[in-house]
């Protein structure tokens, strides 16, 4: 079974768009409460391997997108959701991917989307008296 | 925890790093000689390359994604150009395809040379360094005939690549290639014959499969944990899947394995070049197809660089310049299994470890020793360190 | 020639730092050592502390987060000592001099006596400068 009709089967539900751009990269979004458990199920049952997440600021809203791969089928996973501007706020997923605190604390310093649930949201690439609220990787910040 | 953090010693190392965007700084908690607990600590390197990107020019970006790292100076195009390319839908040239598969092999002979020549500094085998370094030049030669440039090849171009690679030159190249086999076959042996190295290496830093999961190692460190992820076969792109190689496998996941791995993959790789060589040489044809006009959308390109998986992310709006670019390097997700492989090994056998997963380790280091228990702080250098790992050298060469 | 001069030029001891560098300037300062190039012929050595060092060379855009440790580094250094800005990115920021990190260019935190552009320098040049330093010196 490939990899499209594995997460149709096992997400069905939670998926709100499924976009395959080609065979081997499959955008999905999901609701922000939902995205926990589909990465679970992508992590844990079906063994994907975590790549990163990457955070991208939109005109009226964040997004995240997860990126997993299916090294076997060579494919991409990019579970992606988006968040409110005003108050972009996420749970954590530390608890299911270990390895995914640093890019969460990266999120956190140059995006300024708030993970609830980090175990230690300090910073990581600035430094330590970096002026709060300056985002850098933000549209509005030209430096 | 904090409280028990608080009677163990503290051994900061670092901050200077330089591998990617991110060096890092390491702080171990130690008890004794034994290490505890390790911290990571990123942003000495950071160079807001992210930010930079969104304001060139898709053709600059190549320039720009090249200096992150200058051992890595053609994976990232690569994975950039393939990103792009992604999005597109575009094809490539079939000989640009090759010259392509030939710069990123060259580039993993010379940054696994590097590596083993460091880590042998490290254990105080300074002639290793010397050898692998001496057997390095040539291959920068190599570089020097194709491109122009020692390190930064500028070869990547979304479509192409820059520059073609004289017929002229292929007798040249083809010397260099016989004269460096037989140069790394002597390498290889001698540092994986070494009973010394042997007993210095096994069983040091482990990482087991559920580490290398956990953490999404990738690269040799997870291949010398027997997961066989390989970018170039599992998702083959350039001219990799008409070339025939193997991907190289450990089981152990110790230091040795990973230094056995990279050693035997420098062999497939010069069996890549030779291949590549053998299927453009008199052959004419175009190095690149124009591209103008990125349309609106996303893109992702991987590319297996010596250290592991290169990932890039685009997202394009139909401008002339990126909206957002993500780059994730290999050592981004291997330094973090430090936490897993350092832990209850012994300080000596931290310098090794370290540079097992290799992270350029080539910058000077400082490292400082902190007793926090009774609030007396040493400060040591990096050399204290690597001291301590060759002293440790010298008692199993001693005892053997 | 003052004593102090005479003393540092005889064998220069050199500690390497980076401060935001890509490595690729750091690798080509290591293959300065290797037998193709082998400095160790003019007395030459790369040392581990900075109380050691004759010559500081410094590559890199030195971002926010090193440059106290530049100036500290610097502090810690015997005098005189000899600044050398190794790479496009320490003398001018090269490619990333728009970035937000930028802390640099070296020459505004520290006084530097010679540059060597290039992106990055070739172990020749580098050799090359050190050279006309020592001329300098005299
Ligand atoms: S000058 Fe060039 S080679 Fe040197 S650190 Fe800067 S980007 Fe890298």
């Not at chain 2, 994976?75 to 999005?87: I, K, T």
């Not at chain 2, 790394?184 to 559920?210: C, F, I, Q, S």
């Not at chain 2, 175009?286 to 590319?303: A, K, L, M, S």
Request: charged residues 25%.
């Amino acid at each position: 079974m490939n990899v499209l009709d594995t997460l149709k089967e096992k997400l069905g539900g939670s998926i709100k768009e499924l976009k395959a751009h080609n065979a081997k990269r499959i955008y999905i979004t999901v609701d922000r409460a939902d995205v926990k458990k589909c990465l679970k199920i992508l992590f844990r049952d079906l063994d994907a391997r975590y790549i990163v997440a990457s955070g991208v600021e939109n005109f009226d809203s964040f997004e995240i997108l997860y990126h997993l791969g299916f090294d076997g089928e060579g494919t991409v996973v990019s579970v992606r959701t988006y968040l409110d501007r005003g108050k972009p706020e996420i749970e954590s997923m530390t608890s299911i991917i270990p390895g995914i605190s640093y890019i969460e604390r990266e999120m956190k310093e140059l995006l300024g989307i708030n993970f609830t649930g980090h175990p230690g949201l300090t910073h990581f690439l600035l430094r330590d008296d970096w002026e709060e609220g300056n985002y850098p990787l933000r549209k509005a910040k030209n430096g | 925890m904090a409280e028990d953090k608080k009677k163990k010693v503290i051994v900061p190392i670092g901050p200077y790093h330089p591998l990617l965007e991110e060096p890092e700084f390491f702080a171990l908690y130690c008890d004794g000689e034994k290490v505890v607990d390790v911290d990571w600590q990123a942003g000495y390197n950071h160079r807001a390359i992210e930010k930079l990107s969104e304001a060139k020019h898709w053709d600059q970006v190549t320039f720009l994604v090249e200096r992150i790292c200058g051992i890595c100076s053609t994976s990232h195009p690569f994975a950039y150009c393939n990103a792009v390319e992604d999005l597109l839908g575009a094809s490539v040239p079939e000989r640009a395809r090759y010259i392509r598969c030939i710069i990123g092999e060259l580039e993993r002979i010379h940054s696994h040379l590097l590596w083993v020549g460091l880590a042998g500094h490290f254990l105080g085998y300074n002639t290793v360094f010397m050898w692998a370094w001496k057997y390095r030049e040539p291959v920068l030669d190599m570089f020097e005939i194709i491109t122009g440039n020692r390190n930064h090849y500028a070869m990547f171009k979304i479509g192409g690549v820059r520059r073609n690679i004289e017929e002229e030159d292929m007798p040249a190249l083809r010397r260099v290639l016989k004269g460096l086999k037989v140069q790394l076959e002597m390498l290889t042996h001698a540092v994986l014959d070494d009973p010394v190295l042997g007993a210095r290496l096994k069983g040091v830093g482990v990482l087991t499969k559920e580490h290398i999961k956990n953490f999404g190692a990738v690269g040799p460190v997870a291949r010398a944990s027997g997961i066989g992820g390989d970018i170039r076969k599992d998702d083959p792109y350039a001219a990799y899947p008409m070339l025939d190689f193997k991907v190289i496998t450990a089981e152990h996941g110790d230091v040795f394995d990973k230094a056995v791995v990279r050693l035997l993959e420098m062999f497939e790789s010069i069996k890549i070049i030779e291949q590549s060589l053998d299927a453009i040489e008199g052959k004419g044809g175009d190095i690149q197809t124009e591209i103008r006009d990125i349309p609106p959308g996303e893109g992702i390109g991987r590319h297996e660089a010596p250290r592991g998986e290169c990932f890039h992310y685009i997202k394009s709006d139909g401008t002339n310049r990126p909206v957002r670019h993500k780059i994730r390097a290999p050592s981004y997700t291997n330094i973090p299994t430090f936490k897993a492989s350092c832990i209850g090994q012994m300080i000596p056998d931290v310098a090794i470890i370290l540079a097992g997963v290799d992270p350029c380790y080539c910058c000077t280091e400082r490292v400082a020793v902190y007793d926090a228990g009774n609030k007396k702080k040493q400060m040591y250098d990096f050399s204290r360190l690597v001291e301590m790992s060759r002293q440790k050298t010298e008692k199993i060469k001693k005892e053997i | 020639m003052s004593l102090k001069i005479k003393a540092l030029k005889k064998s220069l001891w050199v500690y390497h730092m980076s401060g935001g560098s890509c490595n690729n300037c750091d690798i080509e300062i290591l293959a300065c050592l290797d037998p193709r190039f082998d400095i160790e012929r003019f007395g030459m050595t790369l040392v581990g502390s900075p109380r050691h060092a004759d010559v500081l060379l410094c590559t890199g855009i030195i971002n926010k987060k090193c440059v106290e440790r530049v100036k500290e580094v610097y502090a810690q250094t015997a005098k005189p000592c000899v600044v050398v800005a190794i790479g496009a990115c320490s003398c001018s920021g090269g490619i990333f001099r728009d970035g937000y990190q930028m802390g640099g260019p070296l020459d505004k935190l520290i006084p530097v006596d010679i540059y060597i552009p290039g992106c990055p320098p070739k172990p020749e040049a580098m050799i090359a400068g050190i050279v006309k330093l020592l001329e300098k010196l005299k």
